[in-house]
């Protein structure tokens, strides 16, 4: 006889959890209420009806090298380093749905194996035997790339806020700042600290000062990034930094409200916030937020409760907007290799940006938002963060709004 443990342990919880605070511990919301909910679907057949139809990816990271999957609709594009060998990588996701194949076969999460030298189908099928495919688009890094791209650490598991070459990471109150070992997102091909090589999500490091990575691109180029980890108190409790990676929106944080605004069409239904907090940890409800893993519904504001170590509390609402059907601005304009800031003139439709002497203008990869529902450079739609240009002369950036109204904008690249 044939003993699957898994189902009995999912049993086990289950009915634990009904002698318990049912409607806490099976919120969907929370990633345990979420995990004893899908396989109640597939063994009792107990399965509420989001649950039967739900059939979502919610985030794509590859593992190794660590690259962040940017979704646009259901095309999800991943920026790996130059050197990467695209031929048997690992990808890290989550979804909701009943499970997720390739071609037929199943998928587990930082598990199975793909070649993404092409486009690959992933497959999220729902209960009802419905599918969704999302379109895993991979990309390589340019050979002067060099960028931190995101970081985190693995435990505790908090993620760190990059602005321009300065990464802040707040950790609770008690952490033990002396071993820490982090994930590191980036374009570049090696990272050291004090000539340290740096493995990834292996090498510890004392964060109780500041730390300063050298990030080396493949033709030898460097970039350093400086880290510096804040310890909150045990009454900390505020909302450092708010955005959505998969759509490269970033939230206005303003006392307790948080403002986000995204291109007309984005699934308000569905998303995925990525944030930074001194707190102990972020509740919506009941649930307990994991940053970058949580989704949640924006269709109206979603209030986020940080919670300190003493226990007290603050609120936080989230609101996303969409843009309205003319809208077509590039709002943010910058490039991480090497560091700079695009200063925009809206009036004129004019980006300027200025980085250092000797820098290639001829392959630079830009990170830009938009209101716009896409953007692109003579006909070719332009990924913020993958798609680099030749910027030796002004570019015109064109962004196209959802009624089709097209709005050019003029950057022009000048060396210090």
């Known amino acids: 006889m044939n003993i699957d443990f898994k189902k009995i342990l999912v049993l086990i919880l289950f009915f634990s959890c009904a002698k318990l605070d049912t409607k806490k511990s099976l919120d969907p919301a929370s990633?345990?209420?979420?995990?004893?909910?899908?396989?109640?679907?597939?063994?009792?057949?107990?399965?509420?009806?989001?649950?039967?139809?739900?059939?979502?990816?919610?985030?794509?990271?590859?593992?190794?090298?660590?690259?962040?999957?940017?979704?646009?609709?259901?095309?999800?594009?991943?920026?790996?380093?130059?050197?990467?060998?695209?031929?048997?990588?690992?990808?890290?996701?989550?979804?909701?749905?009943?499970?997720?194949?390739?071609?037929?076969?199943?998928q587990e999460s930082g598990i199975t194996e793909n070649n993404f030298t092409e486009i690959v189908n992933y497959s999220v099928v729902s209960f009802d035997k419905k599918e969704s495919i999302y379109k895993i688009r991979s990309n390589r890094a340019p050979i002067n790339a060099k960028s931190i791209e995101a970081y985190r650490f693995i435990e505790p598991n908090v993620s760190g806020f990059v602005l321009g070459s300065q990464i802040s990471v707040y950790v609770p109150f008690g952490t033990n700042l002396s071993a820490l070992v982090a994930e590191i997102f980036t374009t570049g091909d090696s990272l050291n600290i004090n000539s340290i090589v740096q493995e990834n999500g292996v090498t510890p490091n004392n964060f109780s000062t500041p730390k300063t990575y050298t990030v080396v691109a493949f033709d030898g180029s460097t970039q350093d990034y400086t880290t510096t980890v804040f310890t909150s108190s045990t009454t900390s409790?505020?909302?450092?930094?708010?955005?959505?990676?998969?759509?490269?929106?970033?939230?206005?944080?303003?006392?307790?409200?948080?403002?986000?605004?995204?291109?007309?069409?984005?699934?308000?239904?569905?998303?995925?916030p990525s944030f930074s907090h001194d707190g102990n940890r972020v509740l919506v409800g009941s649930a307990e937020q994991t940053t970058g893993i949580s989704s949640q519904n924006f269709s109206n504001p979603v209030l986020y409760s940080i919670i300190a170590q003493n226990g007290s509390a603050r609120n936080y609402t989230v609101r996303v907007n969409i843009a309205n059907s003319s809208a077509n601005e590039i709002t943010s304009f910058v490039f991480l290799t090497p560091t700079a800031n695009g200063v925009i003139n809206q009036t004129n439709s004019t980006v300027i940006i200025t980085v250092p002497a000797n820098t290639n203008r001829r392959n630079l990869v830009a990170s830009f938002t938009t209101t716009g529902i896409n953007v692109n450079v003579n006909g070719t739609e332009q990924t913020t963060g993958v798609t680099s240009v030749n910027f030796l002369a002004p570019v015109i950036y064109s962004v196209v709004a959802s009624d089709g109204k097209i709005r050019n904008y003029t950057v022009t690249v000048n060396s210090l």
Do not use: M, W
């Not at 962040?68 to 890290?92: A, E, H, Q, Y």
């Not at 970033?250 to 569905?270: A, F, K």
């Open 31 to 106: 990633p345990l209420g979420f995990l004893i909910q899908r396989d109640l679907c597939g063994i009792v057949n107990i399965c509420p009806p989001e649950f039967f139809r739900s059939r979502e990816l919610n985030s794509f990271v590859i593992t190794n090298p660590p690259s962040i999957g940017i979704f646009k609709n259901d095309i999800v594009n991943f920026l790996s380093p130059f050197r990467t060998d695209f031929k048997k990588l690992k990808s890290r996701f989550s979804y909701r749905g009943n499970f997720v194949q390739i071609n037929g076969n199943r």
């Open 237 to 272: 409790k505020e909302l450092k930094a708010f955005r959505i990676d998969s759509i490269n929106a970033i939230g206005t944080i303003t006392d307790s409200e948080v403002n986000i605004t995204v291109p007309v069409g984005t699934n308000l239904n569905n998303l995925t």
